[in-house]
């Protein structure tokens, strides 16, 4: 089946503007996480949603991020007043949980902060 | 001291021979251990996850849980060539049916050369 999927794949946008980052989830999966990979930062959590429990966000690095799910599935994280530091790759990802808390990695979206 | 740390290598193996990764984390209440591979200019890719003390094999994969050591590692049998890539230890302290966030180490670069 699908993977998960995230949009746009690429984002330039300058110091200021705000951005909106969206992610698909794997059809079925109830929770859905995003990270952040920056260099020499590795991979960082960000937030996570599960079912209609309130979202762990303890690792969102200020108020100018903040994320929402929308139904249960789609999630868009939003970044307002960027800047050059939030320059990063942001991924999703889901799980099933029935099994564990397996995580599947959607491709990424590039964000490039001028 | 990070919560998940690993060797940043480079480690470099001659094709056919046994790769091993290691990881060791602090948080004694983790209960999940992953591991992901992640090429350049793309996502992690979940390869193994263990979640028992001892060993899991799965191909030429096999995983390794010490919880009381706070050591887990990944043994790469017959390396090939598309085995280089980054490999990324990521530990949770969800198990089971429950959820959390995955954090990671900052990753070993593996080559494996012809």
């Known amino acids: 089946g699908a993977g998960v999927s995230q949009s746009p794949s690429n984002k330039v946008t300058e110091k200021g503007k705000d951005v909106e980052l969206r992610c698909d989830p794997i059809?079925?999966?109830?929770?859905l996480y995003w990270y952040r990979q920056s260099l020499g930062q590795g991979l960082e959590f960000l937030i996570y949603?599960?079912?209609?429990?309130?979202?762990?966000k303890s690792g969102l690095p200020s108020d100018r991020f903040s994320a929402e799910r929308t139904g249960g599935s789609v999630s868009t994280l939003t970044i307002q007043r960027t800047q050059q530091e939030d320059s990063a790759v942001y991924l999703c990802?889901?799980?099933?949980?029935?099994?564990?808390?397996?995580?599947?990695f959607g491709p990424g979206t590039r964000l490039t902060v001028l | 001291q990070k919560e998940v740390e690993q060797n940043s290598g480079p480690l470099s193996v001659p094709e056919g021979a046994i790769a091993s990764l290691n990881c060791t984390y602090s948080?004694?209440?983790?209960?999940?251990f992953f591991w992901y591979r992640q090429y350049s200019g793309k996502s992690p890719e979940l390869i193994m996850f263990?979640?028992?003390?001892g060993d899991k094999e799965d191909g030429r994969f096999t995983a390794q849980l010490n919880k009381a050591s706070q050591y887990v590692s990944l043994l790469i049998r017959d390396s090939q060539p598309s085995d280089s890539a980054t490999y990324l230890c990521?530990?949770?302290?969800?198990?089971?049916?429950?959820?959390?966030?995955?954090?990671f180490g900052q990753g070993t670069i593996l080559t494996v050369h012809p």
């Open positions: 990521a530990v949770s302290n969800a198990g089971g049916t429950s959820y959390g966030k995955l954090t």
């Open positions: 990802a889901s799980s099933l949980g029935t099994v564990g808390n397996e995580q599947f």
């Open positions: 059809s079925g999966h109830t929770a």
């Open positions: 949603f599960q079912g209609n429990s309130a979202p762990d």
């Open positions: 948080d004694r209440g983790s209960q999940s």
């Open positions: 263990i979640y028992s003390n």
